[in-house]
């Protein structure tokens, strides 16, 4: 009993020593409360969505205040041309367009029938069968009080419209995000704990003072990373094509550059690592729980960033992933060119530098 006592009260007093145990044994569990307590859901709020409203009368006005009070929708603008839809899709992230034809309230007061066209940008099915779900119940809602207060059968129809992806293939939103999560994840682990090896065995030691240039040490370790990520990028692709049935259609070449500044940018972090643990199991736990979490809830793939509370929308935009997933989707799927990313990709290319600076500086060529 006394071996007993001895041995629990060396590895109670182990665990209250090492801070980095502490902070996976309580800081962890905390943010997972958090975040699928508060932030992660999957009813969809806030979407952006667009008006084009042919009609402009008071039954369409109407319903577009039904649409501005509710939760789910954020109306970015009222647009006036037919061409600015797809304009929208492409470029402002627009999940959602409401067209009114011209005679709506006409067709539905003579008539009693009249159609709204619904649009989505089912590059996301799961969302975009959410969001025209909420469109069509707030259309039904108006319909359900005009047949109660004027007892006249109204019929409002809704036709539906799916960009980018009309057969809803739940394949078009799973690819981006694998591609953003083995990318990163691979070249970070394998980086932070290759290099966190050498200093467990002893040899960090021998390349340091061997002729070899130290940096040259750590590039050396990184190229064949970055080979079997671009390797793993095609794979994922040809996988995607021939067994998934999915196009690209974008430029491949532009696709793989934005990968290589995704890797680039992973590697660097996976640097940092190493130079800031000193054993493979740390490595490990610094890179899985650093960059798992936060590319499987902040990227946007399986949880919609809308959802989430203000700062952790912030917090989302310093994961590269995020970036990444955005430009793959806008390549892979809605076949766009460098004009409609360049935004992300110099904020991905800022983010790679940044870390790449960083890294270099702390990583310490002698070994204390």
């Known amino acids: 009993m006394k071996q007993f006592i001895a041995f629990f009260t060396k590895e109670f007093l182990h665990v209250f020593r090492d801070r980095k145990t502490l902070l996976l044994l309580f800081g962890l569990p905390v943010v997972q409360i958090v975040l699928f307590g508060f932030a992660l859901s999957n009813e969809i709020k806030n979407s952006k969505i667009v008006i084009f409203d042919y009609a402009k009368d008071a039954t369409s006005r109407k319903i577009i205040e039904k649409l501005e009070v509710s939760k789910s929708f954020e109306i970015e603008k009222n647009i006036t041309r037919v061409e600015d839809i797809d304009k929208s899709f492409r470029a402002e992230n627009i999940k959602l367009a409401i067209v009114f034809p011209a005679n709506f309230g006409e067709d539905l007061v003579h008539l009693k029938n009249a159609s709204v066209q619904i649009i989505a940008d089912a590059s996301d099915p799961n969302t975009a069968n959410t969001l025209t779900s909420y469109a069509t119940n707030v259309i039904m809602s108006y ?60 040899t960090m030691e021998v390349l340091l003072v061997s002729p070899f240039n130290p940096f040259l040490v750590v590039i050396s370790k990184a190229i064949p990373y970055l080979i079997l990520s671009l ?3 095609i794979v994922i692709l040809v996988l995607s094509v021939y067994l998934l049935d999915m196009p690209i259609n974008g430029n491949i070449f532009l696709l793989f550059a934005e ?57 989302s935009n310093i994961v590269p992933s995020k970036w990444y997933y955005i430009i793959v989707k806008s390549i892979m799927i809605k076949g766009l060119g460098f004009s409609a990313i360049w935004k992300e990709t110099l904020i991905l290319a800022g983010m790679t530098a940044l870390l790449l600076t960083i890294s270099i500086r702390k990583f310490n060529i002698r070994l204390e």
């Open 259 to 315: 990968s290589a500044l995704l890797i680039l940018a992973a590697l660097s972090l996976g640097l940092l690592i190493s130079t800031l643990t000193n054993s493979q199991q740390e490595a490990m736990l610094f890179s899985l729980m650093g960059m798992l979490l936060p590319t499987m809830m902040l990227t946007g793939f399986m949880f919609p960033l809308e959802n989430m509370p203000v700062p952790l929308q912030v917090i």
């Open 143 to 202: 319909q359900k009080e005009m047949m109660q207060t004027r007892n006249i059968p109204y019929s409002i129809n809704t036709e539906m419209r799916m960009l980018y992806n009309p057969e809803l293939k739940g394949t078009t939103n799973f690819v981006p995000g694998v591609m953003a999560l083995v990318m990163l994840l691979i070249c970070v682990l394998m980086t932070s704990v290759s290099i966190v090896r050498e200093k467990e065995n002893g």
């Open 231 to 233: 390797f793993n990028l």
